[in-house]
Nanobody, 128 residues
Framework: QVQLVESGGGSVHAGDSLRLSCAAS????????MAWFRQAPGKEREFVAA????????YYADAAKGRFTISRDDDKNTEYLQMNSLKPEDTAVYYC?????????????????????WGQGTQVTVSA
């Protein structure tokens, strides 16, 4: 059974940085992708960023472009989300997700329904 374990959340001030990590227990996504989604109170879960594991190709939501960077360490089977210039509106529970979808369509990589594996979530709180 695949397990995704996130870490790195916390409470910071606007303008600060955080790095989230997500370790996968197996190499299930080697031909697929891993991603980050987030969900703020009272809102739907939204796509943040995704990375194709085999190529390292990166995909971002508009809200993340220029501030967030997704990466992966193949040796550690771990993905990361480096978040810079954090804003109060970035406050949410951040979820790691994995998919075996092997294509490169942005709209599918950004769709939560494509991901069959999810972490437990990690809270990120950004105060003004």
């Amino acid at each position: 059974q695949v397990q995704l374990v996130e870490s790195g959340g916390g409470s910071v001030h606007a303008g600060d940085s955080l790095r989230l990590s997500c370790a996968a227990s197996t190499r299930t996504f080697i031909d697929g992708a891993m991603a980050w989604f987030r969900q703020a109170p009272g809102k739907e879960r939204e796509f943040v960023a995704a990375i194709k594991w085999s190529t390292g190709a990166e995909y971002y939501a508009d809200a993340a472009k220029g501030r967030f960077t997704i990466s992966r360490d193949d040796d550690k089977n771990t993905e990361y989300l480096q978040m810079n210039s954090l804003k109060p509106e970035d406050t949410a529970v951040y979820y790691c997700a994995g998919t075996v979808y092997s294509g490169s369509l942005h709209r599918l990589l950004a769709a939560a329904s494509e991901y069959g594996y999810w972490g437990q979530g990690t809270q990120v709180t950004v105060s003004a």
